[in-house]
């Protein structure tokens, strides 16, 4: 299960991913792309192109978890933009985008 705290690293990637790729090929991109540990214990969050399905990784105990949200209907609003490739956010932030409404405010860096 992955827990989410208030002491809780969430780091969201800015640009799209793509979404047929399963958990080595977004590890992969953790590593080479975010220059992030996969296995720090924080979540990881990445988009699809079209804004419609969110995916969480993260790393706990002796594996990784991947869970993927798809909304019926509607997009994910204020996906943040930022100069570098990672952003993070707090768990509020999160639980807010998760739920698939437009409150969510992300810092940037």
Do not use: C
């Amino acid at each position: 299960m992955i827990h989410l705290t208030s002491q809780t690293q969430i780091h969201l990637a800015i640009e799209p991913s793509d979404f047929r790729k399963q958990i080595d090929g977004h590890v992969a991109l953790i590593k080479q792309h975010l220059k992030q540990d996969p296995r720090s214990g924080a979540l990881y969050v990445f988009i699809n192109r079209g804004k419609t399905m969110i995916r969480v990784i993260s790393y706990q105990d002796s594996g990784y978890w991947i869970a993927t949200k798809r909304l019926s209907r509607g997009k994910f609003r204020d996906w943040p933009a930022s100069n570098g490739p990672i952003s993070s956010a707090t768990s509020k932030e999160l639980s807010v985008m998760l739920k698939g409404l437009s409150k969510g405010v992300v810092k940037k860096g």
